[in-house]
């Protein structure tokens, strides 16, 4: 099992930059990849970056070059460095991590931290 929380979010101008953090009760080596979803009023919940324990890194089309999800081993933390953000960037974002035990795939979710982008 792990417990995923997820502080900070907020408003922020057009433009502007916001950093997502996401903090895991486990190694971070221990589990075999980490995400960011996100979820818009009246949406449906889409992947928004995407981590493996290896660091392969993969991304919607909509925030390449804009988004980037690392990870801090010694902190088991994640994070989501978000720039140039766009008001369609409004969304509840959730932390997911996978775990594999004894040949089972789990899924967990952080409590989603809502990020505004607006004027």
């Known amino acids: 099992q792990v417990q995923l929380v997820e502080p900070g979010g907020g408003l922020v101008q057009p433009g502007g930059s916001l950093r997502l953090s996401c903090a895991t009760s486990?190694?971070?080596?221990?589990?075999?990849?980490m995400a960011w979803y996100r979820q818009a009023p009246g949406k449906e919940r889409e992947l928004v970056a995407a981590?493996?324990?290896?660091?392969?890194?993969n991304y919607i089309d909509s925030v390449k070059g804009r988004f980037t999800i690392s990870e801090d081993n010694a902190k088991n933390t994640l994070y989501l460095q978000m720039n140039r953000l766009k008001p369609e960037d409004t969304a509840l974002y959730y932390c997911n991590a996978e775990i594999w035990t004894m040949g089972r795939r789990n899924i967990y979710w952080g409590q989603g931290t809502q990020v505004t982008v607006s004027s």
């Open positions: 486990r190694s971070i080596l221990t589990i075999a990849a």
């Open positions: 981590i493996t324990t290896g660091s392969s890194t």
